[in-house]
Protein backbone atom coordinates (compact mmCIF):
# COMPACT_ATOMS: atom_id res chain seq x y z
CA UNK A 1 0.00 0.00 0.00
CA UNK A 2 3.03 2.41 0.02
CA UNK A 3 5.43 3.42 -2.70
CA UNK A 4 9.08 3.94 -2.13
CA UNK A 5 10.92 5.16 -5.66
CA UNK A 6 14.50 3.95 -5.31
CA UNK A 7 16.67 4.35 -8.54
CA UNK A 8 19.06 1.19 -9.17
CA UNK A 9 21.20 -0.07 -11.78
CA UNK A 10 22.42 -4.10 -12.31
CA UNK A 11 22.51 -6.72 -14.32
CA UNK A 12 21.14 -9.95 -16.20
CA UNK A 13 22.64 -13.32 -17.24
CA UNK A 14 19.70 -14.96 -18.60
CA UNK A 15 22.34 -18.08 -19.11
CA UNK A 16 23.03 -18.66 -15.53
CA UNK A 17 19.98 -17.31 -13.70
CA UNK A 18 21.84 -14.83 -12.18
CA UNK A 19 20.29 -11.35 -10.85
CA UNK A 20 22.12 -8.05 -9.48
CA UNK A 21 21.14 -4.97 -9.04
CA UNK A 22 22.67 -2.15 -6.49
CA UNK A 23 20.74 1.73 -5.39
CA UNK A 24 22.17 4.29 -6.89
CA UNK A 25 22.28 7.94 -5.94
CA UNK A 26 21.68 11.13 -8.21
CA UNK A 27 25.44 13.13 -7.86
CA UNK A 28 25.19 15.54 -5.33
CA UNK A 29 22.28 14.29 -3.32
CA UNK A 30 22.55 12.47 0.28
CA UNK A 31 21.37 8.84 0.06
CA UNK A 32 20.47 7.79 3.42
CA UNK A 33 19.37 3.94 1.93
CA UNK A 34 21.80 1.86 -0.31
CA UNK A 35 20.98 -1.66 -0.78
CA UNK A 36 22.17 -4.77 -3.15
CA UNK A 37 20.06 -7.49 -3.94
CA UNK A 38 21.10 -10.82 -5.81
CA UNK A 39 18.82 -13.62 -7.16
CA UNK A 40 19.86 -17.27 -8.14
CA UNK A 41 18.61 -20.20 -10.10
CA UNK A 42 15.20 -18.17 -10.61
CA UNK A 43 13.57 -20.25 -12.70
CA UNK A 44 14.85 -23.36 -10.70
CA UNK A 45 15.51 -23.45 -7.33
CA UNK A 46 15.40 -19.27 -6.23
CA UNK A 47 17.62 -17.92 -3.74
CA UNK A 48 17.92 -14.37 -3.05
CA UNK A 49 19.68 -12.34 -0.41
CA UNK A 50 19.34 -8.60 0.31
CA UNK A 51 21.58 -5.92 2.09
CA UNK A 52 20.98 -2.80 3.05
CA UNK A 53 22.63 -0.12 5.10
CA UNK A 54 20.90 2.94 6.02
CA UNK A 55 22.85 6.86 7.34
CA UNK A 56 20.48 9.01 8.91
CA UNK A 57 17.10 7.67 8.06
CA UNK A 58 13.59 9.13 8.56
CA UNK A 59 12.58 6.40 11.42
CA UNK A 60 9.22 7.44 10.23
CA UNK A 61 9.95 5.67 6.77
CA UNK A 62 10.74 2.28 8.58
CA UNK A 63 7.22 1.70 10.55
CA UNK A 64 5.39 0.52 7.76
CA UNK A 65 7.48 -1.58 6.32
CA UNK A 66 7.86 -3.11 9.75
CA UNK A 67 4.31 -3.51 9.98
CA UNK A 68 4.08 -4.85 6.73
CA UNK A 69 6.77 -7.56 8.11
CA UNK A 70 4.35 -8.66 10.98
CA UNK A 71 5.74 -6.44 13.88
CA UNK A 72 2.99 -5.90 16.36
CA UNK A 73 3.00 -1.68 16.26
CA UNK A 74 0.12 0.13 17.21
CA UNK A 75 -1.82 2.08 14.37
CA UNK A 76 -1.56 5.12 15.76
CA UNK A 77 1.86 5.46 17.00
CA UNK A 78 4.39 8.67 15.27
CA UNK A 79 7.63 7.78 15.58
CA UNK A 80 10.40 10.59 14.34
CA UNK A 81 13.89 10.58 14.78
CA UNK A 82 16.63 8.97 12.38
CA UNK A 83 17.96 5.44 11.92
CA UNK A 84 21.55 4.02 10.80
CA UNK A 85 22.88 0.51 10.68
CA UNK A 86 22.40 -1.86 8.34
CA UNK A 87 20.18 -5.17 7.93
CA UNK A 88 20.68 -8.47 5.68
CA UNK A 89 17.72 -10.72 4.16
CA UNK A 90 18.13 -14.27 2.60
CA UNK A 91 16.14 -17.09 1.55
CA UNK A 92 16.67 -19.91 2.30
CA UNK A 93 17.65 -17.47 5.71
CA UNK A 94 16.14 -14.69 7.93
CA UNK A 95 16.59 -11.21 8.70
CA UNK A 96 19.51 -9.93 10.99
CA UNK A 97 21.10 -6.81 11.52
CA UNK A 98 21.33 -4.06 13.99
CA UNK A 99 20.14 -0.25 13.58
CA UNK A 100 20.79 2.65 16.54
CA UNK A 101 17.79 5.43 16.45
CA UNK A 102 18.90 8.66 17.66
CA UNK A 103 16.89 11.97 18.79
CA UNK A 104 13.90 9.68 18.39
CA UNK A 105 10.16 10.14 20.05
CA UNK A 106 7.64 7.80 19.98
CA UNK A 107 4.19 9.54 20.00
CA UNK A 108 0.72 7.23 21.12
CA UNK A 109 -2.17 9.85 20.64
CA UNK A 110 -3.52 8.12 23.44
CA UNK A 111 -0.76 7.62 25.54
CA UNK A 112 1.34 10.34 25.08
CA UNK A 113 5.22 10.71 23.89
CA UNK A 114 8.46 9.48 24.84
CA UNK A 115 11.94 10.96 24.04
CA UNK A 116 14.86 8.55 23.51
CA UNK A 117 18.27 9.79 22.81
CA UNK A 118 19.65 6.79 21.29
CA UNK A 119 18.86 3.13 21.31
CA UNK A 120 19.68 -0.17 19.89
CA UNK A 121 17.75 -2.38 17.83
CA UNK A 122 18.99 -5.93 16.95
CA UNK A 123 17.59 -8.55 14.76
CA UNK A 124 18.08 -12.18 14.54
CA UNK A 125 16.88 -15.93 15.01
CA UNK A 126 13.78 -14.41 15.04
CA UNK A 127 13.40 -12.00 17.32
CA UNK A 128 13.95 -8.29 17.22
CA UNK A 129 15.41 -6.59 20.58
CA UNK A 130 15.28 -3.15 22.10
CA UNK A 131 17.23 -1.29 24.20
CA UNK A 132 17.93 -0.98 27.13
CA UNK A 133 17.51 2.82 26.71
CA UNK A 134 16.74 6.07 28.60
CA UNK A 135 13.13 7.09 28.09
CA UNK A 136 11.81 10.22 28.97
CA UNK A 137 8.71 11.23 29.51
CA UNK A 138 6.38 14.44 28.98
CA UNK A 139 6.33 15.07 32.56
CA UNK A 140 10.20 14.82 32.98
CA UNK A 141 9.51 11.00 34.28
CA UNK A 142 12.23 8.48 33.17
CA UNK A 143 12.65 5.14 32.86
CA UNK A 144 15.27 2.30 31.36
CA UNK A 145 13.13 0.16 29.10
CA UNK A 146 14.10 -2.82 27.12
CA UNK A 147 11.46 -4.80 24.54
CA UNK A 148 11.95 -8.39 22.62
CA UNK A 149 9.62 -9.39 20.19
CA UNK A 150 9.43 -13.15 19.64
CA UNK A 151 8.09 -13.52 16.07
CA UNK A 152 7.90 -17.77 16.41
CA UNK A 153 5.95 -17.58 19.34
CA UNK A 154 4.52 -14.57 18.46
CA UNK A 155 5.06 -13.01 22.08
CA UNK A 156 5.87 -9.49 23.03
CA UNK A 157 7.97 -9.08 26.78
CA UNK A 158 8.43 -5.66 28.04
CA UNK A 159 10.83 -4.79 30.98
CA UNK A 160 10.69 -0.98 32.91
CA UNK A 161 12.78 -0.36 34.52
CA UNK A 162 12.36 3.04 36.99
CA UNK A 163 12.99 4.57 40.18
CA UNK A 164 9.98 6.86 40.53
CA UNK A 165 7.44 6.61 37.77
CA UNK A 166 3.53 7.39 38.27
CA UNK A 167 1.62 4.18 38.01
CA UNK A 168 -0.78 5.41 35.89
CA UNK A 169 1.73 6.73 33.11
CA UNK A 170 2.80 2.58 33.00
CA UNK A 171 -0.57 1.62 33.17
CA UNK A 172 -1.60 4.06 29.60
CA UNK A 173 2.10 3.45 28.03
CA UNK A 174 1.37 -0.36 28.65
CA UNK A 175 -1.94 -0.20 27.07
CA UNK A 176 -1.03 1.65 24.21
CA UNK A 177 2.00 -0.11 23.09
CA UNK A 178 0.68 -3.72 24.01
CA UNK A 179 -2.45 -3.18 22.15
CA UNK A 180 -4.51 -3.05 25.26
CA UNK A 181 -2.42 -5.85 27.17
CA UNK A 182 -1.67 -4.32 30.83
CA UNK A 183 0.51 -6.32 33.52
CA UNK A 184 -1.95 -7.36 36.22
CA UNK A 185 -0.59 -5.49 39.14
CA UNK A 186 -0.44 -2.43 36.63
CA UNK A 187 -3.90 -2.69 35.69
CA UNK A 188 -5.50 -3.43 39.35
CA UNK A 189 -3.33 0.28 40.46
CA UNK A 190 -5.73 3.56 40.78
CA UNK A 191 -2.62 5.33 42.05
CA UNK A 192 0.85 5.89 43.49
CA UNK A 193 4.39 5.27 42.19
CA UNK A 194 6.94 2.82 41.01
CA UNK A 195 10.22 2.84 43.18
CA UNK A 196 13.10 0.54 42.68
CA UNK A 197 11.03 -2.07 40.66
CA UNK A 198 10.90 -3.72 37.23
CA UNK A 199 7.79 -4.62 35.78
CA UNK A 200 7.82 -7.26 33.05
CA UNK A 201 4.65 -8.20 30.79
CA UNK A 202 4.81 -11.20 28.16
CA UNK A 203 1.81 -11.14 25.92
CA UNK A 204 0.81 -13.24 23.11
CA UNK A 205 -0.12 -11.01 19.99
CA UNK A 206 -2.95 -12.39 17.48
Not at 8 to 15: I, M, P, Q, Y
Not at 79 to 87: D, E, H
Not at 120 to 144: E, H, M, W
Not at 198 to 205: F, L
Request: proline share 6%.
Amino acid sequence: GERWDVPFRGSVDLKSQEMEFNTTAAPGQPAPMQAAFRLNDYLSRPRWSMTASFTDLAAASLVGAARHMGFPLPEQMIVQGSVSGSLAWAHPGDLAGSLTVVNSSVTVPSAGSARVDAAKIALGGGRVTFGPAAVSLDDGQSANISAAWDGAARAVTVSIDTNAVALRELRDASSALLQGSVPPMLDAARGGRSEERRVGKECRSR
